[in-house]
């Protein structure tokens, strides 16, 4: 059973036109995580939300924003993609300091 | 903010031998050291994570060692398997800061 779900697992986006990513949990964990990675490279983190509490990393770009609605959802929206923001993004969930269950990935493509 | 380094970023061995991943950390308020698992195309998966009231865990075939003083903790699998192949990540946490900050990782290759 999926317990983090993302939607779309592919994205195309043209240059400079705003995409939604979306992500989804049954797990009911009070933490949900965006991270982007890029090929051969470690997740980096961008934002989470502790609860409603949204926490921003200090180096994530402003094209880069982030929605929680409910305590199922949460979604990230990338304003203006450039080519450099092709990547996967993983979205993950935890109870609190533990362990993260990540969602299988949105893969972006920027054309 | 937290630097986690890992070491090395690739590594081979023969089935049946031991393989040891390091990590060092730079905060020394981190207290939470997970250790992920990414096959290829799919999502990390934790295998074993370490909190720093403790300075050893071992599950089965894999342990986590942590020393505080050092700031550095380590992966240890033992009698490796092919399907041990994978990219393996550290990453350390601060206790009440979910931010988590990933090693570069490490890309394990077992020979059959």
């Known amino acids: 059973d999926a317990m983090v779900i993302q939607n779309p697992r592919y994205q195309v986006t043209q240059f400079g036109k705003p995409v939604t990513l979306s992500c989804s949990q049954t797990l009911n964990h009070n933490v949900m995580y965006w991270y982007q990675q890029k090929s051969s490279q470690a997740p980096k983190l961008l934002f989470h939300y502790y609860d409603k509490d949204f926490n921003n990393e200090a180096d994530t770009p402003d094209n880069f924003q982030s929605r929680r609605p409910n305590t199922s959802f949460c979604f990230l929206d990338i304003r203006s993609p450039g080519l450099g923001d092709a990547a996967m993004y993983l979205c993950?969930?935890?109870?609190?300091?533990?362990?993260?269950?990540f969602g299988p990935g949105t893969r972006l493509t920027v054309t | 903010g937290e630097n986690v380094e890992q070491h090395p970023s690739t590594l081979s061995v023969q089935e049946g031998d031991s393989a040891v991943i390091k990590c060092t950390y730079s905060?020394?308020?981190?207290?939470?050291f997970p250790w992920y698992k990414q096959e290829l195309g799919k999502r990390p998966q934790l295998i074993i994570d370490?909190?720093?009231?403790?300075g050893e865990k071992k599950d089965q075939r894999i342990a986590v060692t942590l020393n505080k003083t050092a700031k550095h903790f380590s992966l240890h699998i033992t009698e490796t398997q092919p399907e041990d192949s994978a990219v393996y990540f550290c990453a350390a946490s601060i206790n009440n800061n979910n931010d988590m900050r990933f090693g570069a990782g490490t890309r394990l290759t077992v020979k059959p």
């Open positions: 993950a969930t935890s109870v609190g300091v533990s362990e993260q269950y």
């Open positions: 905060d020394s308020a981190s207290n939470y």
């Open positions: 370490i909190r720093s009231n403790v």
